[in-house]
């Protein structure tokens, strides 16, 4: 018998593609878990899910995110989803304001 939304607790989860790499982040299942790494990834979660394997790494903590300082279930990295999110956004824009210039062969 499968629980309900409130009976389950959060765990850490370690998702990977092979053409995406690898992120941790807290869900409640492993599909939940596949379902918000193709978010943070902006890929289509229908066509990219069979590709991505969901490994629990542990139960969640509650903890302190060290950005937004509220008590939340924290990533390996010490922030809460939330702010991972806002971090990800910031470096994408920083990186499309001031692209890495490569030489070409």
């Known amino acids: 018998m499968r629980k309900t939304a409130c009976e389950l607790k959060p765990d850490a989860y370690r998702v990977t593609h092979p053409e995406y790499g690898t992120v941790d982040l807290v869900a409640l299942t492993d599909e939940n878990a596949v379902l ?61 304001q001031y692209p890495v210039k490569r030489e070409r062969p």
């Open 36 to 96: 918000l790494a193709c978010r943070e990834w902006h890929i289509s979660w229908g066509l990219n899910a069979c590709d991505c394997r969901a490994v629990k790494l542990k139960k969640a903590e509650r903890g302190v995110c060290r950005c937004c300082g509220y008590e939340a279930f924290v990533n390996g990295n010490g922030l809460c989803n939330q702010c991972a999110r806002e971090k990800e956004i910031e470096k994408r824009a920083y990186f499309r």
